[in-house]
Protein backbone atom coordinates (compact mmCIF):
# COMPACT_ATOMS: atom_id res chain seq x y z
CA UNK A 1 0.00 0.00 0.00
CA UNK A 2 2.69 2.16 0.54
CA UNK A 3 4.24 2.30 -3.07
CA UNK A 4 0.50 2.98 -4.58
CA UNK A 5 0.09 5.85 -1.70
CA UNK A 6 3.24 6.75 -3.90
CA UNK A 7 1.91 6.66 -7.09
CA UNK A 8 -1.14 8.02 -6.16
CA UNK A 9 0.57 11.23 -5.01
CA UNK A 10 2.65 11.48 -8.07
CA UNK A 11 -0.39 11.69 -10.61
CA UNK A 12 -3.09 13.69 -11.97
CA UNK A 13 -6.31 14.03 -12.94
CA UNK A 14 -6.67 14.31 -16.54
CA UNK A 15 -8.69 17.57 -17.07
CA UNK A 16 -7.87 18.20 -20.52
CA UNK A 17 -8.34 14.82 -21.93
CA UNK A 18 -9.67 14.86 -25.43
CA UNK A 19 -7.74 18.02 -25.99
CA UNK A 20 -4.02 18.89 -28.08
CA UNK A 21 -1.58 19.95 -26.05
CA UNK A 22 0.51 22.65 -27.88
CA UNK A 23 3.98 24.24 -26.88
CA UNK A 24 5.39 27.09 -28.57
CA UNK A 25 8.88 27.88 -28.54
CA UNK A 26 11.15 30.58 -29.73
CA UNK A 27 14.15 29.75 -30.94
CA UNK A 28 17.05 32.12 -32.95
CA UNK A 29 19.51 31.63 -35.30
CA UNK A 30 22.49 33.93 -34.33
CA UNK A 31 23.15 37.57 -35.88
CA UNK A 32 26.08 40.10 -35.57
CA UNK A 33 25.09 41.73 -32.39
CA UNK A 34 25.71 41.35 -28.08
CA UNK A 35 22.00 40.91 -27.66
CA UNK A 36 18.53 41.48 -29.33
CA UNK A 37 15.41 41.86 -27.64
CA UNK A 38 12.08 41.60 -28.97
CA UNK A 39 9.03 42.19 -27.30
CA UNK A 40 6.21 39.20 -27.52
CA UNK A 41 2.90 40.74 -26.64
CA UNK A 42 0.84 37.78 -27.77
CA UNK A 43 0.78 34.29 -29.64
CA UNK A 44 -2.76 33.29 -31.55
CA UNK A 45 -3.43 30.41 -34.08
CA UNK A 46 -5.91 30.28 -36.82
CA UNK A 47 -7.97 27.11 -37.70
CA UNK A 48 -9.16 28.60 -41.05
CA UNK A 49 -8.09 30.30 -43.84
CA UNK A 50 -9.45 33.47 -43.21
CA UNK A 51 -6.79 36.08 -42.61
CA UNK A 52 -9.22 38.38 -40.48
CA UNK A 53 -11.36 36.52 -38.54
CA UNK A 54 -11.17 32.83 -36.35
CA UNK A 55 -7.27 34.03 -34.71
CA UNK A 56 -7.75 32.76 -31.03
CA UNK A 57 -4.84 33.57 -28.21
CA UNK A 58 -3.34 30.52 -26.78
CA UNK A 59 -3.54 30.08 -22.92
CA UNK A 60 -0.19 29.61 -20.88
CA UNK A 61 1.12 32.77 -23.11
CA UNK A 62 4.31 34.63 -21.25
CA UNK A 63 4.42 37.94 -22.27
CA UNK A 64 7.49 39.85 -22.69
CA UNK A 65 10.78 40.87 -23.85
CA UNK A 66 13.22 38.15 -24.71
CA UNK A 67 17.05 38.16 -25.65
CA UNK A 68 16.78 35.86 -28.49
CA UNK A 69 20.89 35.78 -28.21
CA UNK A 70 20.64 33.35 -25.62
CA UNK A 71 18.53 31.08 -27.70
CA UNK A 72 20.74 29.45 -29.40
CA UNK A 73 23.06 26.31 -29.84
CA UNK A 74 19.16 24.24 -29.66
CA UNK A 75 18.38 26.56 -26.79
CA UNK A 76 14.11 27.55 -26.66
CA UNK A 77 11.96 28.98 -24.20
CA UNK A 78 8.25 28.29 -24.04
CA UNK A 79 5.79 31.22 -24.93
CA UNK A 80 2.76 29.41 -24.51
CA UNK A 81 1.54 25.73 -22.84
CA UNK A 82 -1.78 25.72 -24.06
CA UNK A 83 -4.53 22.90 -24.64
CA UNK A 84 -6.31 23.24 -27.79
CA UNK A 85 -9.00 21.79 -29.91
CA UNK A 86 -8.02 18.67 -32.63
CA UNK A 87 -8.10 19.86 -35.58
CA UNK A 88 -5.92 21.61 -38.14
CA UNK A 89 -3.78 24.78 -37.18
CA UNK A 90 -4.10 26.61 -40.34
CA UNK A 91 -1.69 29.63 -39.47
CA UNK A 92 0.05 31.05 -36.04
CA UNK A 93 0.68 35.34 -35.98
CA UNK A 94 3.20 36.28 -33.53
CA UNK A 95 2.28 39.44 -31.98
CA UNK A 96 5.49 42.33 -31.16
CA UNK A 97 5.28 45.37 -29.41
CA UNK A 98 7.05 48.62 -30.02
CA UNK A 99 10.19 48.11 -27.19
CA UNK A 100 12.69 45.94 -29.26
CA UNK A 101 16.08 46.94 -28.77
CA UNK A 102 19.62 46.11 -30.26
CA UNK A 103 22.85 45.97 -28.37
CA UNK A 104 25.96 46.69 -30.78
CA UNK A 105 29.72 45.57 -30.65
CA UNK A 106 30.26 48.71 -28.90
CA UNK A 107 27.58 48.51 -26.19
CA UNK A 108 25.62 50.53 -27.43
CA UNK A 109 21.43 50.02 -26.83
CA UNK A 110 19.51 51.12 -30.30
CA UNK A 111 15.43 51.02 -30.67
CA UNK A 112 14.29 49.08 -33.47
CA UNK A 113 12.07 50.54 -35.88
CA UNK A 114 9.40 48.50 -37.09
CA UNK A 115 7.37 48.62 -40.48
CA UNK A 116 3.85 50.30 -39.56
CA UNK A 117 1.59 46.86 -41.03
CA UNK A 118 3.57 44.65 -38.43
CA UNK A 119 0.72 45.62 -35.60
CA UNK A 120 -1.35 43.07 -36.95
CA UNK A 121 1.16 40.69 -36.22
CA UNK A 122 3.54 38.16 -38.24
CA UNK A 123 1.89 35.41 -39.61
CA UNK A 124 3.02 32.40 -40.94
CA UNK A 125 1.40 29.45 -42.67
CA UNK A 126 1.38 26.33 -40.63
CA UNK A 127 -1.55 23.24 -42.02
CA UNK A 128 -0.26 21.06 -39.25
CA UNK A 129 -2.56 18.63 -38.16
CA UNK A 130 -2.54 18.20 -34.18
CA UNK A 131 -4.75 15.44 -31.85
CA UNK A 132 -6.44 15.26 -29.14
CA UNK A 133 -4.25 13.54 -25.69
CA UNK A 134 -0.95 14.38 -27.54
CA UNK A 135 1.98 16.83 -26.91
CA UNK A 136 2.90 19.06 -29.76
CA UNK A 137 6.05 21.74 -29.51
CA UNK A 138 5.54 24.12 -32.16
CA UNK A 139 9.08 26.20 -32.69
CA UNK A 140 9.37 29.36 -33.87
CA UNK A 141 12.84 29.94 -35.74
CA UNK A 142 13.84 33.43 -35.51
CA UNK A 143 16.58 34.74 -37.98
CA UNK A 144 18.29 37.57 -36.28
CA UNK A 145 20.70 37.79 -39.38
CA UNK A 146 18.25 38.26 -41.97
CA UNK A 147 15.78 39.90 -39.67
CA UNK A 148 17.62 43.24 -38.76
CA UNK A 149 18.46 45.65 -41.09
CA UNK A 150 20.40 49.02 -40.80
CA UNK A 151 18.60 52.05 -41.83
CA UNK A 152 20.54 54.48 -43.56
CA UNK A 153 24.38 55.38 -42.02
CA UNK A 154 23.00 56.99 -39.19
CA UNK A 155 23.33 53.48 -37.25
CA UNK A 156 19.73 53.01 -37.57
CA UNK A 157 18.45 49.35 -37.47
CA UNK A 158 15.32 48.54 -38.66
CA UNK A 159 13.09 45.06 -37.40
CA UNK A 160 11.54 42.83 -40.21
CA UNK A 161 10.88 39.30 -38.91
CA UNK A 162 11.97 36.09 -40.70
CA UNK A 163 10.81 33.20 -38.75
CA UNK A 164 10.37 29.76 -39.62
CA UNK A 165 7.69 27.36 -37.97
CA UNK A 166 7.74 23.88 -37.60
CA UNK A 167 5.57 21.32 -35.81
CA UNK A 168 7.39 18.60 -33.70
CA UNK A 169 5.07 15.52 -32.00
CA UNK A 170 6.90 14.96 -28.70
CA UNK A 171 5.27 11.74 -28.03
CA UNK A 172 2.32 9.61 -28.08
CA UNK A 173 -0.03 8.50 -25.59
CA UNK A 174 -1.67 5.88 -23.33
CA UNK A 175 -5.57 5.40 -22.80
CA UNK A 176 -7.50 2.25 -21.31
CA UNK A 177 -10.20 1.55 -19.13
CA UNK A 178 -10.21 -1.35 -15.46
CA UNK A 179 -13.05 -2.79 -14.15
CA UNK A 180 -14.94 -2.60 -11.98
CA UNK A 181 -14.31 1.27 -12.19
CA UNK A 182 -15.73 1.59 -8.60
CA UNK A 183 -12.13 0.67 -7.85
CA UNK A 184 -9.19 3.46 -7.91
CA UNK A 185 -6.25 1.59 -9.76
CA UNK A 186 -2.34 2.61 -10.10
CA UNK A 187 -1.15 2.47 -13.81
CA UNK A 188 2.65 1.98 -15.15
CA UNK A 189 4.32 2.45 -17.76
CA UNK A 190 7.47 0.67 -17.36
CA UNK A 191 10.60 0.20 -20.20
CA UNK A 192 12.50 -2.80 -19.34
CA UNK A 193 12.76 -2.29 -15.34
CA UNK A 194 12.52 1.69 -15.59
CA UNK A 195 8.84 3.44 -14.65
CA UNK A 196 8.73 5.94 -17.71
CA UNK A 197 5.61 7.33 -15.88
CA UNK A 198 2.22 6.56 -13.94
CA UNK A 199 -1.40 7.91 -13.12
CA UNK A 200 -4.21 6.63 -11.74
CA UNK A 201 -7.26 5.52 -12.82
CA UNK A 202 -10.84 7.97 -12.77
CA UNK A 203 -14.01 5.88 -12.77
CA UNK A 204 -11.76 3.46 -14.33
CA UNK A 205 -10.50 5.42 -16.95
CA UNK A 206 -6.39 6.14 -17.28
CA UNK A 207 -4.73 8.64 -19.89
CA UNK A 208 -0.66 8.37 -19.85
CA UNK A 209 -0.06 11.45 -21.82
CA UNK A 210 3.91 12.90 -23.87
CA UNK A 211 6.18 9.32 -23.46
CA UNK A 212 8.31 8.49 -25.91
CA UNK A 213 7.47 5.51 -28.95
CA UNK A 214 8.56 2.15 -28.05
CA UNK A 215 7.37 -0.55 -26.58
CA UNK A 216 5.77 -0.72 -22.68
CA UNK A 217 4.63 -2.68 -20.01
CA UNK A 218 1.54 -1.67 -18.06
CA UNK A 219 1.36 -2.69 -14.52
CA UNK A 220 -2.33 -2.17 -12.98
CA UNK A 221 -2.01 -2.13 -9.31
CA UNK A 222 -5.62 -1.85 -7.90
CA UNK A 223 -6.30 -0.30 -4.40
CA UNK A 224 -8.13 -3.27 -3.27
CA UNK A 225 -5.39 -5.36 -1.74
CA UNK A 226 -7.73 -8.70 -2.75
CA UNK A 227 -6.86 -7.83 -6.03
CA UNK A 228 -4.05 -8.62 -8.01
CA UNK A 229 -1.53 -6.63 -9.89
CA UNK A 230 -2.59 -7.21 -13.47
CA UNK A 231 0.78 -7.13 -16.56
CA UNK A 232 -0.02 -6.65 -19.68
CA UNK A 233 3.09 -6.40 -21.78
CA UNK A 234 3.59 -5.40 -25.81
CA UNK A 235 2.17 -2.01 -25.67
CA UNK A 236 3.44 -0.18 -28.46
CA UNK A 237 3.37 3.87 -28.78
CA UNK A 238 3.48 5.88 -32.34
CA UNK A 239 5.19 9.47 -31.99
CA UNK A 240 1.64 11.35 -32.56
CA UNK A 241 -0.58 8.80 -31.90
CA UNK A 242 -2.65 7.49 -29.07
CA UNK A 243 -2.66 3.86 -28.38
CA UNK A 244 -5.75 2.26 -27.14
CA UNK A 245 -5.30 -0.41 -24.66
CA UNK A 246 -8.08 -3.47 -24.49
CA UNK A 247 -10.40 -3.40 -21.19
CA UNK A 248 -8.51 -4.82 -18.50
CA UNK A 249 -10.52 -6.64 -15.94
CA UNK A 250 -9.24 -6.39 -11.97
CA UNK A 251 -9.67 -10.11 -10.38
Not at 79 to 107: C, F, M, Q
Not at 147 to 166: C, D, N, Q, T, Y
Not at 199 to 225: E, Q, R, V
Request: with cysteine; net charge negative; hydrophobic share 35%.
Amino acid sequence: MAGLCYFSSCSKNENNSGQAHLQVALTDGPGDFKAVYIDVQDVNINYTDSDDNGWQSLSGFRKGRYNLLTLVNDKDTVLADAYIKSGTIKEIRLVLGDDNWVVTHDGDSVHLQTPSGQSSGLKLKLNSDVTGDVLYKLVLDFDVAKSIHEAGAAGKFMLKPVIRGFMQAQGGAIRGVTTPDSIATAVLALNGNDTVASTYTDHGHYLIKGINAGTYTLHFIPSDTLLNTIVKDGVTVTLGQVTTVDTVKLK
